[in-house]
């Protein structure tokens, strides 16, 4: 049994846009809408509309990490859950190929479809694109979309493959066995969660993947918009936070040193584009992060494997790495 589990936070208007859909070409499954508490009249639309789509009302808006946390919780008598962003499009027949992977290969406990933008259906999206990797300082980035730059879909990437992480816009996970890895880590609240998540389950011997022949197309930034301080706050905390969990001892000291040094490159850069708020919530999360220091860092539990030989781990720097070129060029 799989269970569609969609989170909504004041997000009728992408269910009214996208829900259908995700009904027509998924017959054979459970669709379950999580609802964060919303202000919205999404509770009120979903049981008026679609009577037969179950709702998880919670009791408050956890945010997306334990949000899932809490909804997944609740469902019982399924293998499969499919994480599924409100704002997202799904094609036909997308379901079987993610499913048939995971049934076939016993050791994946996460895989991702193809995540291409809604806007411009060609091109890979900035959440997912053709799987998540990371590079030896942690920063994560995907093949298909490197920054801000994104390619377009030229098959070059139509292969089914172990990545580093899986995206949390659409990511199907084994129920139980997510459930037993402690599911995301709620402190994260949104952003980096679904990395944690692959990067934990990676030290406990499973893998992630992307599956090619499955995809779906992505809006993004339903609930922050990129160029949200916030957003920015929670992105250089959770991933400093990520790093204090997962890297060896010895290995995570150098790399919070190394990395001390690129992210304030990173702030001056926003200082010099005036994004103002984004390079004060740099700081700020490097405040957070060193006053919660311990507080991370008791998280530590499992085998450190050695981070080089991870699947999906770039020894190239993410500032170096050039995408691939499609096939027959």
């Known amino acids: 049994m799989v269970a569609i589990v969609i989170l909504n936070y004041n997000g009728v208007h992408f269910l009214e846009k996208f829900l259908p859909k995700v009904i027509e ?31 998880i009302q919670l009791s408050k808006n956890y945010g997306f ?44 406990i996460a895989v991702q479809p193809k995540i291409l933008q809604y806007s411009q259906k060609i091109f890979f999206e900035y959440a997912g694109g053709a799987g998540g990797m990371i590079d030896f300082l942690g920063y994560p980035f995907c093949r298909g979309r490197i ?23 659409c990511m199907v996970v084994r129920h139980e066995e997510f459930l037993n890895l402690g599911g995301f880590d709620g402190d994260f609240f949104a952003h980096m969660e679904e990395i944690d998540f692959c990067w934990r389950a990676k030290r406990a011997g499973y893998q ?37 969990k997962n890297l060896p ?10 990395r001390f040094f690129f992210d304030m490159l990173a702030m001056f850069v926003f200082l010099v584009k005036g994004k103002f708020g984004d390079a004060g919530a740099v700081l700020k999360a490097y405040f957070y992060f060193y006053t919660h220091f311990l507080y991370f860092f ?13 699947e999906g781990v770039s020894k190239k720097s993410v500032f170096l790495v050039a995408p691939q070129p499609p096939k027959g060029e």
């Open 25 to 55: 070409y998924s017959p054979q499954s459970r669709i379950i809408v999580a609802d964060n508490c919303s202000s919205d009249n999404s509770v009120i639309w979903l049981k008026t509309h679609f009577p037969l789509v179950e709702i």
């Open 298 to 310: 008791r998280k530590r539990k499992g085998n450190f494997d050695k981070f080089l030989s991870l």
């Open 208 to 244: 992630v993947g992307f599956v090619a022949d499955s995809k779906v197309w992505h809006v993004g930034g339903g609930t922050l918009q990129k160029s949200n301080p916030k957003k920015t706050f929670l992105n250089f905390r959770n991933n400093l936070a990520m790093l204090c």
């Open 65 to 108: 990490a334990e949000g899932y946390n809490q909804a997944l919780g609740q469902i019982k008598n399924v293998k499969y859950s499919i994480l599924l962003n409100s704002d997202v499009e799904v094609s036909e027949n997308w379901i079987f190929p993610l499913v048939d992977f995971l049934d076939k290969n016993i050791t994946y």
């Open 249 to 258: 001892l010895f290995r995570l000291f150098v790399t919070l040193f190394v």
């Open 147 to 169: 920054f801000e730059r994104l390619e377009e879909d030229k098959g070059q990437y139509n292969d089914n493959k172990a990545t580093f992480w899986a995206t949390g816009a």
